[in-house]
Nanobody, 114 residues
Framework: QVQLVESGGGLVQAGGSLRLSCAAS?????MGWYRQAPGKQRELVAV???????NYADSVKGRFTISRDNAKNTVYLQMNSLKPEDTAVYYC???????????WGQGTQVTVSS
């Protein structure tokens, strides 16, 4: 069983930056971040695979950067130029293999004030 421990998040003004971290307790194929705003469905923000390739939601391209420290089994999400519409609960997500079991973190709140 893999456990994900998130840190980071908080309140920031529009245009500011935040960094989220997520540490996994076991071997992971892919790690990423989803977010869910009130009244909306959970959506993919960014994902990074074991080989280093990444995918981003169009809404965050050029502003967010996902990175991974394989030695620490930790993924980071650097969020710059934050907008009020980025306000959501951000969830760390991981897969043990390409089509394997999924794991979720407990979620961390990101609030961007205008």
């Amino acid at each position: 069983q893999v456990q994900l421990v998130e840190s980071g998040g908080g309140l920031v003004q529009a245009g500011g930056s935040l960094r989220l971290s997520c540490a996994a307790s076991g071997s992971i194929f892919s790690m990423g971040w989803y977010r869910q705003a009130p009244g909306k469905q959970r959506e993919l923000v960014a994902v990074i695979f074991s080989g280093g390739s990444t995918n981003y939601a169009d809404s965050v391209k050029g502003r967010f950067t996902i990175s991974r420290d394989n030695a620490k089994n930790t993924v980071y999400l650097q969020m710059n130029s934050l907008k009020p519409e980025d306000t959501a609960v951000y969830y760390c997500h991981a897969r043990s293999s390409p089509y394997g079991k999924q794991y979720w973190g407990q979620g961390t709140q990101v609030t961007v004030s205008s």
